[in-house]
């Protein structure tokens, strides 16, 4: 099969009117599928090679979702993949081990390809087998037709349809036995019952056709019975070690879940805590890179661990904290922030992000000490306070031309109709904005540098 | 507050006992603490914890909320499990995580304030005082909860007195959200630090024993209960 590398990957496609292979085939080549499927049938038509050709292709080529479970990104970290994806783990404690190691040391990542190759090779290997026989039988009893010897049909339907059903059958095994497919195993239960159904029931027709040898409906009965009997008997004896086996695999399942956690976790802290342990070690002569490094390792590592991953990240206490969180890895000075309530991001809350990004920047610029962040909302609007223990200075005297303050912070925020107030004092400065909810009907102060002591809270 | 421990006025020495399960977090914090904080005790385990507790019987617990041993409740066990000893006991809850739920437990289980480790040793220390003075210690993100639980909205109506705060309290919260001291609060409202510390332990109080439905409902939003 030659592919072209610009070509979309040959896979069964989902758009479907049997198995979606001229769907998949016409996606590949680049031919409208009307064509394709018109040339199927003349194919079909034509003793039978479209038929086969089909078939072929049908067993062969994977579903869009196999193709994408096959080619799935690995995670994103360098040591995940080593156990995220285990095909068959020879044993959880030692694939893990295996894994940090893997990564501490070769760490970076490499193209994952080991185990996932051998085991794609070895299925399809023995499909190919199965299939070409099949296919030499089929080719063999063309010729001898064409030839004019008589087959005896009678015969050769009915274990054809063993086979097929017996196929269909296998192929839902086969995917069952996929284990890592977890979702998707879930996601097609019924389906996959019914196919296995289907496959049951053809086989145990071609069985009765051929045993009867298309005799009375009295003798198919009694051989239904009789075989209905029989496997009921089985199934009984069966059933405990069907159950049994079936609790072995979902324990190893619900296993080789955690581990896949576990292995997160390992990629997580060996991508960031290590990283930054290392870097602080080299860096130890620094009290600002240090500082800086912990901080923001210890950010990372708290959205990661109670970050509340319901919430939306498009809201305003986020983007305040990403605010402040810049600032402080910008300047290496901590910033605390304080978010109570939370709200959708309009444009003005925007301007409110900005402007609080600029006092921060002051803050920590000017000021000293820990600088606070509070936002607050409400049905009333939102209020941002920055608040640092520097020297302070006194608002009146920033030079005019100083953009900082009068532009940044204050200008924006009333041009958006909110106010912007900036109290400073030996103790420290704090900067005051305040954004009224749109319909809000108390009227926003004006923005006027307060006495120290005008309390607007 | 209404009973003054003897040993509380800041000018005399605090017995206390460390809780913690790293050591070098023990001793860099007890070299850090003031000289008027005298360390009676160390733990490492929630069992530990609760023998030395009982055997010192100190002024003030610094508690670390994430222990071993025991059930595995860690500091919030340690409280549960010296619940008698509550009245002569002080903890305040020390920990790494500011996360709502370790916060919000340890104090409802009964912890006078919520610090987190990378505080000053001089902060340590004078909230060491104020909770063995029995007063309660509230970090900016721990009146954040508050303001979170009970909603910034003053209500007029205060039908249920332990169930709101008052308007008073309220200010108080959102100036310690907003990383203010005591004084500076004090001074920011035109009111003593005693009022200041008054309202605190009212807010304390309240946040230890409310039912209300907000809380319940705000913790169950976090799955805190």
């Known amino acids: ?457 | 507050m209404t009973e003054q421990n003897p040993a509380a006025d800041a000018r005399t020495t605090a017995r206390v006992v460390i809780v913690d399960d790293h050591a070098i977090f023990r001793s860099g914090l007890r070299a850090d603490l003031a000289d008027t904080i005298d360390v009676v005790g160390e733990a490492g385990s929630v069992d530990q914890a609760v023998e030395v507790i009982s055997r010192e019987l100190p002024d003030v617990v610094l508690l670390d909320v994430h222990l071993p041993g025991g059930l595995g409740g860690g500091g919030r066990e340690v409280l549960n499990r010296c619940a008698p000893l509550l009245g002569q006991v002080r903890f305040l809850a020390l920990s790494v995580s500011d996360a709502a739920s370790d916060v919000v437990s340890v104090i409802r289980a009964g912890a006078r304030g919520y610090v987190t480790k990378t505080i000053s040793g001089e902060e340590i220390s004078a909230a060491v005082h104020r909770v063995a003075g029995g007063d309660a210690v509230f970090s900016p993100r721990l009146a954040g909860f508050v303001l979170d639980a009970f909603g910034t909205a003053v209500e007029d109506i205060a039908d249920d007195e332990l169930d709101r705060l008052s308007a008073r309290e309220l200010e108080v919260m959102r100036l310690i959200a907003r990383g203010y001291s005591y004084k500076e609060v004090a001074k920011e409202l035109f009111i003593s630090i005693k009022t200041v510390e008054t309202h605190v332990s009212a807010v304390l109080r309240k946040l230890q024993l409310s039912n209300r439905y907000e809380l319940s409902r705000w913790a169950a939003e976090r799955r805190l209960l």
Not at chain 1, 27 to 39: M, T
Not at chain 1, 186 to 207: E, F, H, I, P
Not at chain 1, 369 to 387: H, I, M, N, T, W
Request: proline letters at 6%; charged letters at 25%.
């Open chain 1, 1 to 457: 099969m030659k592919t072209a590398a610009e070509r979309p990957p040959l896979v069964r496609s989902g758009d479907r009117v049997i198995a979606g292979v001229c769907g998949g085939l016409a996606a590949h080549l680049g031919w409208p599928v009307k064509f394709v499927r018109l040339g199927m049938i003349v194919a079909a038509l034509a003793g039978g090679a479209g038929l086969v050709f089909y078939g072929w292709l049908w067993t062969m080529v994977p579903t869009a979702d196999e193709d994408a479970q096959r080619r799935a990104p690995r995670p994103a970290s360098p040591i995940a993949p080593a156990v995220s994806a285990p095909e068959v783990p020879p044993d959880g404690a030692q694939t893990a081990q295996a894994a940090s190691g893997e990564g501490a040391g070769t760490a970076r990542r490499r193209p994952w390809h080991p185990p996932q190759r051998g085991r794609d090779r070895t299925i399809p290997y023995g499909k190919e087998v199965l299939l070409g026989v099949g296919l030499l039988l089929l080719a063999a009893i063309l010729i001898a037709r064409q030839l004019g010897v008589e087959v005896p049909l009678g015969t050769l339907i009915p274990v054809a349809a063993i086979l097929g059903g017996a196929a269909i059958a296998w192929m839902q095994l086969d995917e069952t036995r996929r284990a890592h497919l977890v979702d998707r195993t879930k996601a097609d239960q019924a389906g996959g019952w019914v196919r296995l159904l289907a496959g049951l029931a053809l086989v145990m027709a071609g069985v009765l056709v051929m045993v009867s040898g298309a005799g009375s409906w009295e003798q198919t009965w009694l051989a239904l019975l009789a075989s209905v009997t029989v496997l009921g008997g089985v199934g009984l004896v069966l059933l405990p070690w069907g159950l049994k086996f079936w609790k072995d695999f979902e324990a190893e399942r619900a296993g080789r879940i955690r581990e896949t956690e576990r292995a997160e976790i390992a990629a997580h802290l060996h991508d960031s805590v290590l990283q930054t342990l290392a870097l602080i070690q080299r860096r130890a002569g620094s009290e600002q890179d240090v500082v800086r490094l912990a901080r923001a390792q210890e950010r990372e590592l708290r959205t990661w661990l109670f970050g509340d991953t319901n919430r939306d990240a498009g809201l305003l206490a986020e983007r305040i904290r990403a605010a402040a969180a810049e600032v402080e890895d910008t300047h290496g000075h901590a910033v605390d922030v304080v978010c109570v309530g939370d709200a959708p991001l309009s444009e003005r809350h925007e301007a409110l992000v900005q402007a609080a990004r600029e006092a921060m920047l002051n803050a920590v610029r000017h000021g000293g000490g820990a600088v606070s962040v509070y936002l607050e909302c409400s049905d009333r609007g939102a209020e941002v306070f920055v608040k640092d223990r520097g020297p302070g200075f006194d608002p009146d005297a920033v030079p005019a031309d100083r953009m900082g303050v009068r532009e940044s912070i204050i200008g924006r925020m009333q041009r958006h109709g909110g106010t912007a107030v900036i109290l400073s004092d030996e103790d420290g400065t704090e900067v005051r904005l305040s954004l009224p909810a749109p319909q809000g009907h108390d009227e926003p102060e004006p923005a006027k540098p307060e006495p120290r002591n005008g309390d607007h809270a």
